[in-house]
């Protein structure tokens, strides 16, 4: 017998029927879905805006934020830094971004955005932030919080597995880097 031969016609889902996936895999559908549409948007915004979704938010972040350090800006963004620094190279090499020594600790560098990032620094249509926006606008309070509260949880424990290593039937907790800077700590740019 082939491995599909026992499949029944009914058994795999119709292109119209919602396959009853549970409450686990229905969540995992949904991020997927997600994820697509992040990417797919990013994909299109780098061709429209000449930023990718990922640049744009350094983008945003370092007009809110001037003089923050990519250190700060990876912790934001939940990223490592090293994530990071191929995008800050290239977005202070079109011009966007600039870099400067901390004065305070010459080892550290801080960003802010030049004009040409500045000019670009606004909403704007057809990006992932737009989408956010009116998502947001649709939904009461309570549902907002709620989805907050489900992200964070997942995206804590998500974290949580990547600092577990596990070694055969022993998992062991690797420390995570400690980071003392709080997203509270550092205040915004004057208002707009």
Same mark, same amino acid.
């Given at each position: 017998? $082939? ?13 119209? $029927?919602?396959?009853?996936?549970? +409450? ?22 780098? !061709? ?49 971004? +600039?870099?400067?020594? &901390?004065?305070? &600790?010459?080892? $550290? ?36 919080? !709620? ?9 804590? +424990? ?7 290593? &596990? ?8 420390? $995570? ?11 915004p740019s004057a208002t707009r």
């Amino acid at each position: 017998m $082939k491995p599909l031969e026992h499949m029944s016609e009914t058994s795999v889902p119709d292109k119209d $029927k919602k396959a009853p996936l549970g +409450e686990v895999l229905e969540f995992m559908r949904l991020l997927w879905a997600v994820d697509h549409g992040l990417q797919s948007t990013s994909k299109r915004m780098e !061709s429209t805006l000449g930023l990718t979704g990922p640049q744009r938010l350094v983008l945003r972040l370092v007009g809110r934020f001037p003089g923050i350090t990519a250190g700060r800006l990876a912790q934001i963004m939940h990223v490592h830094p090293s994530t990071l620094t191929g995008v800050l190279k290239r977005m202070e090499k079109r011009g966007l971004l +600039e870099r400067k020594s &901390d004065p305070l &600790d010459g080892r $550290k560098a801080l960003f802010a955005l030049t004009d040409q990032g500045r000019a670009m620094d606004v909403p704007a249509t057809g990006t992932v932030e737009s989408a956010v926006e009116r998502v947001l606008s649709r939904l009461t309070r309570v549902r907002l919080q !709620s989805a907050q509260e489900a992200l964070t949880a997942l995206a804590e +424990e998500l974290g949580a597995a990547e600092a577990t290593v &596990d070694y055969g039937q022993t998992a062991v907790s690797l420390p $995570k880097e400690e980071n003392g800077a709080a997203l509270a700590g550092e205040s915004p740019s004057a208002t707009r």
